[in-house]
């Protein structure tokens, strides 16, 4: 671990993490509800990851409020190459603050520096990370199943880097 060129292994769990606490500190957008999931055979060198599965998502016994504010629903569709964000405001969505979501979750197999992405459920066109309950409701579709690590990297860090943190 501690030599010129680390290696690392190992597997993570996620149990009902609170999604209110979680994307209230930073200005990535609100969403309620929890999250669950893994990273499995995560194996790393120099740091840097080499291959994973990755998995995070609605548990499935998850009987909390699913509320997603608009500006997330833009930076989750930007991490999966979907039109959300140009659907919310061209359309009559943008009048809204928050819609419901039935199910997010987004997994990741990491393998040869590409990123196999998946959703709640496949679709004719991609994946969705998002499926709508509730109204207003809204579906978020990944088109790009195959991204690579560092484009995915980048976008993420686009999405999360925020100059100021909430404390409470």
Not at 31 to 52: A, C, D, K
Not at 118 to 137: D, F, H, N, Q
Not at 155 to 167: A, F, G
Request: glycine share 12%; charged share 25%.
């Amino acid at each position: 671990m501690f030599t010129d060129f680390p290696k690392f292994y190992s597997d993570l769990e996620i149990d009902n993490l609170d999604l209110d606490q979680l994307t209230g500190k930073f200005k990535f957008g609100g969403i309620t509800g929890r999250l669950s999931g893994y990273v499995r055979q995560l194996y790393m060198e120099n740091w840097h990851p080499v291959t994973f599965f990755a998995w995070l998502g609605t548990p499935e016994n998850d009987d909390s409020r699913h509320r997603i504010s608009q500006k997330a629903v833009q930076n989750i569709a930007n991490i999966g190459g979907g039109g959300a964000a140009d659907l919310l405001s061209k359309s009559f969505l943008r009048f809204f603050e928050t819609f419901g979501y039935d199910k997010l979750g987004l997994g990741c197999y990491l393998h040869d520096g590409v990123c196999q992405l998946m959703g709640v459920k496949a679709t004719e066109s991609g994946y969705a990370i998002i499926t709508g309950g509730g109204l207003p409701r809204i579906d978020v579709i990944g088109y790009n199943p195959r991204v690579d690590w560092n484009v995915l990297m980048e976008r993420l860090k686009r999405i999360t880097t925020s100059d100021e943190v909430i404390i409470k």
